[in-house]
């Protein structure tokens, strides 16, 4: 397959088509017992979402001219751990929410137990997909994906910053912890995106630096930029309940620094981001189309 188009509208719209594909290939609904549960992993996983770290992965492999089909399956994983927080995350017993994507949330819609049990497939399911000869020839590079996307997931990334989010309701945090939170919560996985792109490319790891300051810098941009957006954005286009956080008392970037600034650090940290990838030409202009895009967008 060749590489994304150089529009971003046209390549968020190719990235979107492209994994609603895949995930309807990967979550054909079994005539058994376990057709709730695979209904359920569609409807979370099956359109609406930003599809924004499988597009980063696919991004970045652009720049080192690999298979789009390759890099499209590794995003497909990727993707699949970020649905399966967002079931769990919006369970009664984590954040409670009704509406997702513009939809009833998992366990809504198939009831808790269910949620829970589809949201632990998806988990799987991305490893699976990562260790699959089919996805890469190379064991060495299936290996390093699966370890780097572990580590993004768990207590050192994704889940440990989840569980200083709840932690984030009793305990009053400073702005340092609010953004190491971040940093586990919603950047660990942004940056095991770009990573996965430079590791499908066969870059060393002593010539990711401009990419992993790229992808920091990204994932803290997007977190300000969602603060923003629950204090100010409207639910319908969102497609969930804002403001939660507020209800909640927790301390976030904009609660610890006031709109203005926290507008200003974000733009700061969109152009901070840019800069990383000053070693590349145009062939990263769909990389920095994604940094910019990250303040302008409306949900």
Known sequence: MSALPASLPDAIAVVAADIDRR??????????????????????????GKRLRPLLTMATADLFGVDRDCAALVGTAIEAIHVYSLIHDDLPAMDDDDLRRGKPTAHKAFGEATAILAGDCLHALAFEVLADPATHADP???????????????????????????AAEQTRFDLNTVTRLQQMKTGALICAAVEAGAILGRLPAEGRTGLRGYAHDLGLAFQIADDLLDAEGDEALAGKKLRKDEEAGKETFLTLMGVDRARAQCAMLVDQAVSHLHAYGAEADLLRAVARYVVERDR
């Open 140 to 166: 060495f590079v299936r290996a390093e994906l699966v370890l780097d996307l572990a580590r993004a997931a768990g207590p050192s990334g994704m889940a440990g910053g989840q569980m200083m989010d709840l």
């Open 23 to 48: 995930f309807d290939q990967l979550l054909a609904v079994p005539d058994d017992p376990r057709a709730d549960l695979y209904r359920c992993m569609r409807h979370a996983a099956i359109g609406g």
